[in-house]
């Protein structure tokens, strides 16, 4: 059973136009949710990360939306540009005692950004 | 630099024959862990480590072994590997998650294992 999903597996947008990047949970204990960033050939580097008290997180052109009530999460990156053209995944962890330091990921939305 | 090693970075084998595939982190990260990637099912983790001597198993831990002897080193061990295990394979550390907060992992480059 997937607990993190991305129903999205790719998106494609222009160059400084918005993309946004969304990720579902079924799993009400995550407390802290994370956007990774993959390019090929590379490992995941961490991206962007909001905790469930909060609804916001914003870095540059990034930033992260968590509406808990709908258990539903959302990367919008503005403007995008073609660096941006990567897989993005979408990670949960739940607090202690439920929380074994996992990290539960999504499946990945690959964005394209053309000119 | 701050970095995850892996190697290597390719593997092609054949079935059966047992491999290694070693993990290094120079953060003194307490935490380690391995996933595999597959398509349309994203990152799953294999085995994490706590700590020195400390491991359990991932959510696909199958046909896997791991040990920490040491802090830094993490390496994944495949006794008698087989086709399924064909994969992209990642090696992750992170400092220990408080109570509270999680902290970030910090990946590898990965390494593409082909069992033929």
């Known amino acids: 059973d997937q607990q993190v999903k991305q129903n999205s597996p790719s998106l494609s947008v222009q160059e400084g136009r918005i993309s946004i990047l969304n990720c579902d949970y079924t799993n009400s204990m995550f407390d802290y949710f994370l956007w990774y960033k993959k390019y090929p050939a590379e490992g995941p580097t961490f991206l962007i990360s909001i905790s469930s008290i909060k609804d916001k997180n914003e870095d540059g052109r990034f930033t992260v939306f968590l509406n808990k009530s709908a258990k539903h999460l959302s990367l919008h990156i503005v403007p995008s540009q073609p660096g941006d053209s990567a897989v993005y995944f979408c990670a949960a962890s739940a607090p202690f005692p439920y929380n074994t330091d996992k990290l539960i990921f999504g499946t990945g939305t690959r964005l394209q950004v053309f000119p | 630099e701050a970095q995850v090693t892996q190697n290597p970075r390719y593997l092609i084998t054949v079935t059966g024959k047992k491999l290694t595939v070693t993990c290094s982190q120079n953060m003194n990260h307490e935490y380690m862990s391995w996933y595999r990637q597959d398509p349309g099912l994203g990152l799953r983790q294999i085995y994490y480590s706590m700590n020195v001597e400390v491991t359990d198993k991932g959510d696909v831990p199958e046909g896997y072994k791991v040990s920490r002897k040491e802090k830094r080193n993490f390496p994944l061990i495949l006794e008698s590997p087989s086709p399924n295990q064909t994969s992209l394979y990642f090696c992750?550390?992170?400092?220990?998650?408080?109570?509270?907060?999680?902290?970030?992992?910090?990946f590898g480059p990965g390494t593409r294992l082909t069992v033929t």
């Open positions: 992750a550390s992170s400092l220990r998650t408080s109570e509270s907060q999680s902290y970030e992992q910090y």
